[in-house]
């Protein structure tokens, strides 16, 4: 019950604002209160606990079998508003990063950096922007998963603004 209580806000709050902010009557300084709002509802209150709803979703299904296609709901309408595009986080978080255990197969693993400092971070974090979705797809490639493969590419090439 508490993914769907968190559903509900965020579609209620992050849903309606992000409508709002494409709405040619919101401009001027209402326009700014209404990104305002959402920045901060997307990044201080919601991001985290999404991100953890996101994860346990990616485990185990959130809906049962005969409400399969609700399944997609997180990950292709909730997703993208906090920048994910859709069905990636389950194949790298599932399809790589638990079947490499973070070891030096997992491409986005962050062994070889150094964890601790701020130059060890940035240089993981812009790895994984700007290569992160061809490291993906390198390792389906080599390991012969396809499926993992045509989910990633599908969707990042057609939804990802770095692609």
Request: hydrophobic share 45%; charged share 15%; aromatic share 20%.
């Amino acid at each position: 019950m508490p993914f769907i209580y968190l559903t509900i806000q965020i579609t209620l709050v992050l849903g309606i604002t992000a409508v709002l902010l494409y709405m040619p009557f919101i401009d001027g300084w209402l326009w700014g209160v209404t990104a305002a709002v959402y920045l901060v509802f997307n990044n201080m209150i919601f991001k985290g606990p999404f991100g953890l709803m996101l994860h346990c979703t990616s485990h185990r299904a959130f809906f049962r079998k005969e409400y399969g296609f609700m399944n997609h709901y997180l990950p292709w309408v909730l997703g993208p508003l906090f920048g994910q595009t859709p069905e990636t986080y389950y194949s790298h978080h599932i399809g790589m990063h638990h079947a490499e255990n973070n070891m030096p197969e997992d491409e986005s693993s962050t062994m070889k950096f150094q964890r601790d400092s701020f130059g060890g971070f940035g240089a993981y974090l812009g790895s994984f922007f700007f290569a992160g979705v061809y490291h993906l797809c390198t390792y389906f490639a080599r390991k012969n998963r396809k499926r993992l493969l045509y989910r990633s590419v599908r969707e990042s090439f057609f939804l990802s603004p770095c692609v």
